[in-house]
């Protein structure tokens, strides 16, 4: 099979028995939407928005009528079929900067379309030219439908299809890599080739037929004037600006502390959780969900300039959820510090009676600020977990959400195998955050971690990590499967607790209001 792009990418416990996988689908698609995210700050850095192209294709397409029978989905321009490559074959180009956003495009019909247009073209030999450049949080399907759309193609669309060329490819690129890898017969690998420019793809297909959408054009532009403009060596580089006296991103818990007269809470995470806990306790996919990058970098300029900002001007709970997310992620030093991601990584080696006392014991040697923040954000992610007959968000799949935001190492970026340990640190914290924060007074019990509630609404959830793993100790990589059942988040059966206790509603403090939050 190809090599992923960018750098190898670690694979999810190819060949061994569903028991024994160490990654979940809400893993991966956390993850995914990580990386998403960096491919969109990363176009903004060279000045490019990545969103779907406000004409819609169909204006160019005179050929197209409204009596075709995928008009609703045809008019966006994402597929074209554009000549031949230079044996004669079939092109078909797949646009991800048409796709429109999620809720403007019904995805089932977009296959649906997909499959019309290759049957067109399966009786013999084709070629398919992906261009990834365009795909945001905002238009992207989802992971499971991904999946299950693979599926669909049975051998006759994959036969005769002779090569699928990748361009532009991305970190995101390598997470879906990761989750097909096990579907992908060793011969289709074969297909795949990643191109990282638009001079690359001249070489093996006829150019001059290619409809090539002119956002594509512009990136692949950008990309080569970076490319061909390096930046000067690091010791021609100007030193970095001091922080504004206001900024709340980007800098120390101990710069924030300083600036506002020694709170330890810094005022951004704060205001999210304030705000959240007075309206979005119930909100479904709460820290799940993504937002507009413009907005996020919009409020991020207001709280650095010490402007206020009033989340409900925005009229979406999932902004002030992103912005505590993007905080915690832009700090210099993770909050649980790079010191402890080492023992972090070993939670799994202990015994699962004894993971609450190491998680203290862990605790015990950040520093006291960030012990301190810790205890505060936790303690408001219990809450939430406690609504998850109403959010879906448990603790586990809070902890899928919060890891990779809460430590990563001091070089490079997280292993996928680290995300099962670190997952299941952040679960640790987030269930048992009254025994895991407070000072020990004698040893746990054996059974330690038989207490607390935890339920598993459908859809969004999977079962607990920590009680998964309290059968037997398990070593690095080798903790039993987090999702058994066919991938997608629907796939997962509700577990529901047989706990007599209900979670207790927060929602009832509820009340309206302006949040404005103005920092000195």
Known sequence: MPESPRGGVGTVCLGRPAQQQSMSQLDLEELAEIELQRDEEEAAALSIVRKPSAAPAAAQDSALSMNHPFYDVARHGILQVAGEDRFGRRVITFSCCRMPPSHELNHRRLLEYLKY????????????????????????????????????????????????????????IKVLWTIFKPLISHKFGKKVIYLNGLSELREHLKYDQLIVPPEVLRYDEKLRNLHEGRSPSPAKMPPPRPPLPTQQFGVSLQYLKDKNQGELIPPVLRFTVTYLREKGLRTEGLFRRSASVHTIREIQ???????????????????????????????????????????????????????????????????????????????????VSRECIFNRMNSSNLACVFGLNLIWPSQGASSLSALVPLNLFTELLIEYHEKVFSTPEAPEAHGELSAGTQCSPPALTRPSLARRAETQPQPLGKLPAVCSAAPGRGSVLPQFSTSPEKPQSSVARERGGDTKHNLK
């Open 117 to 172: 247009t290759l049957d067109q073209c399966v009786e013999s030999d084709y070629t398919v030219v992906y261009f990834h450049y365009g795909l945001n949080s905002r238009n992207k399907p989802s992971l499971g439908w991904l999946q299950s759309a693979y599926k669909e193609f049975d051998r006759r669309y994959k036969k005769n299809l002779k090569a699928l060329y990748v361009v532009h490819p991305t970190n995101f």
């Open 301 to 383: 300029r207001l709280y650095n300039q010490g402007k206020p900002v009033n989340f409900d001007d925005y009229g979406d709970l999932h902004v002030p959820a992103v912005i505590l997310k993007t905080f915690l992620r832009e700090l210099p030093q993770p909050l649980l510090t790079f010191r402890a991601y080492e023992q972090i990584l070993g939670i799994t080696s202990v015994e699962s009676s004894l993971r609450v006392t190491r998680c203290r014991q862990i605790l015990q040697s950040l520093p006291e600020h960030n012990r301190a923040v810790l205890s505060y954000l936790m303690g408001f992610l219990h809450e």
